[in-house]
């Protein structure tokens, strides 16, 4: 069985994911690198960093927004960067994240934004389904913790992140959980064949 908890660029805009991202300025970008930038280690806004140092090498300017994500059990909405290019084009230059994304453009584009921590929607939302709540609140604390700097992490915090190993044990734990819940389970793979 496929792995429930990996997040995608959506394929298709859908009146559900339409309702979720109140927007109708998105594009949809395809991943090109540049393998001269190197970036920290662990860094939940890669891309802030990695498109600033893009623009140290080849100018332009960093635009703020989201990504969109799904996968079939939740969608997420994820604070990212892209490079404008000095002819005005977008363009998707974070190693790490998906090669494809949908990318919605803040308000204020150009003004870098407050808070970094994802925001979802959990897709079978009943008490049933606390195995996907429970993956939201994890890697919502996952995220917060990576927002941290080092040195103001606790003992706590740093055993946290390295737990759940950029979150892979944590996606593994859930798709345990969803395998032993068969009404989950059937209705998740209903949802997939739509």
């Not at 806004?45 to 969109?68: C, M, P, Q, R, W």
């Not at 992140?161 to 959980?177: D, H, M, P, V, W």
Request: charged residues 30%; glycine residues 2%.
């Amino acid at each position: 069985m496929k792995s429930h908890s990996k997040l995608n660029c959506p394929e298709i805009i859908y009146n559900e994911l339409e309702q979720f991202i109140y927007s109708k300025s998105y594009v949809f970008l395809t991943r090109k690198l540049d393998h001269n930038i190197q970036i920290r280690k662990y860094n939940i806004n890669d891309s802030f960093e990695t498109v600033a140092k893009y623009i140290d090498l080849h100018g332009g300017k960093i635009v703020y927004g989201v990504s969109i994500l799904e996968s079939d059990i939740l969608f997420e909405k994820q604070a990212f960067a892209v490079w404008e290019s000095p002819e005005n084009t977008l363009h998707h230059v974070t190693r790490g994240s998906n090669m494809k994304i949908m990318f919605i453009p803040n308000e204020n584009p150009y003004v870098i934004p407050e808070d970094y921590v994802s925001d979802f929607y959990n897709l079978f939302s009943t008490k049933e389904e606390s195995c996907i709540e429970e993956f939201i609140s994890n890697k919502r604390r996952f995220q917060e913790l990576m927002s941290k700097t080092t040195s103001s992490l606790t003992e706590d915090e740093m055993n946290d992140i390295c737990r759940y190993g950029n979150l892979s044990a944590l996606e593994r734990l859930t798709n345990k959980k969803i395998e032993k819940d068969f009404d989950l389970k059937d209705r998740i793979l209903k949802r997939v064949k739509k």
